[in-house]
């Protein structure tokens, strides 16, 4: 685990939100099990797996180092969270092993704010792998009518409306992020602009298709989450409705983490399923989550629904 101390020794985490250490890109042997994420003022340790006393040991050492020399008098607060890393689905376990975590907690990303939670559940409310996705998004949103897709806490919401979206709709099966959501929007000063629809989207294309049509839609998915979306099931029906949710010019956001799953995959599918449209780009994925294979990685492509003549 010596490359997670060496970040450690050499981390300037800055006033937003980010990935600091990313073991599981695979560009530091022994370290896979490792990640550590800064959400302000919390450094928070993730190990796929267990650890032993002596790993838990020293890195709280190397974290109190690091912190006494970039904020000297600034008290120390870190969480670290254990997660299974194969098999059977667990909870994680998660302890805040020194100092404490604000409540509310709220960090921030290119000028928006966000309520975290990095003490329960793996998801903390805030993909920090997908800032790209939200800054293409916020560049791309100017006068535009977004759907929100898969939205959880609303981040791409937020950051459209950043960027001058006239309108948001986002949908989510779960209303407890959607809650978050909305809170995350009155935390920006948001108001009215957006919609909040705890639906399933393959009970609901009707009303989605009705609201519509968009100029941008962002579909960020779960890999695998029964009763919600299983990847290689449900790409394929969500891809086949795309283009009649699009304007003509209308562009898509789709996005695919799962590492097991290469992007051809989604080529293919697009290809199969809605030809119509045209693959534009992929988009590059912050620097902290360099991977050794851009299969593996988060695969983000833009696709585009051609103007008509």
């Not at 986002?170 to 705890?198: I, P």
């Not at 912050?286 to 050794?292: G, I, K, L, R, S």
Request: with cysteine.
């Amino acid at each position: 685990m010596q490359a997670l101390l060496d970040a450690i020794a050499r981390a300037t985490p800055g006033s937003d939100a980010q990935r600091l250490f990313h073991g599981r890109g695979g560009l530091h042997p022994g370290c896979e099990d490792w990640a550590l994420d800064w959400y302000p003022p919390v450094w928070v340790l993730t190990k796929f797996g267990e650890a032993t006393d002596d790993e838990t040991r020293a890195v709280g050492e190397a974290l109190a180092a690091r912190q006494a020399q970039i904020a000297p008098g600034q008290p120390l607060n870190w969480v670290f969270q254990r997660r299974q890393p194969d098999g059977p689905v667990s909870r994680p376990v998660t302890d805040v092993m020194a100092g404490g975590v604000p409540d509310p907690h709220v960090v921030t990303e290119d000028g928006a704010r966000y309520r975290v939670q990095v003490q329960r559940g793996q998801n903390h409310g805030l993909f920090l792998d997908m800032a790209e996705g939200r800054r293409w998004v916020r560049a791309h949103a100017n006068g535009a009518k977004v759907l929100n897709l898969f939205a959880y806490t609303c981040a791409f919401s937020v950051a459209a409306l950043q960027g001058g979206a006239k309108e948001v709709v986002n949908l989510d099966m779960a209303q407890g992020a959607l809650t978050t959501g909305q809170q995350n929007h009155q935390l920006n000063g948001m108001h009215g602009r957006a919609k909040f629809l705890a639906h399933d989207l393959f009970s609901s294309w009707g009303k989605v298709t009705r609201m519509g049509p968009y100029d941008l839609v962002v579909a960020d998915p779960p890999s695998y989450q029964k009763g919600s979306f299983v990847a290689t099931k449900d790409w394929p029906r969500l891809l086949r409705r795309l283009p009649d949710l699009l304007k003509p010019g209308g562009r898509a956001l789709l996005c695919l983490n799962a590492p097991e799953i290469p992007e051809q995959f989604l080529r293919d599918q697009l290809a199969a399923e809605a030809p119509v449209l045209v693959i534009e780009q992929r988009l590059p994925n912050p620097a902290a989550f360099a991977d050794v294979s851009p299969d593996r990685a988060l695969k983000v492509l833009v696709v585009r629904l051609p103007a008509l003549a």
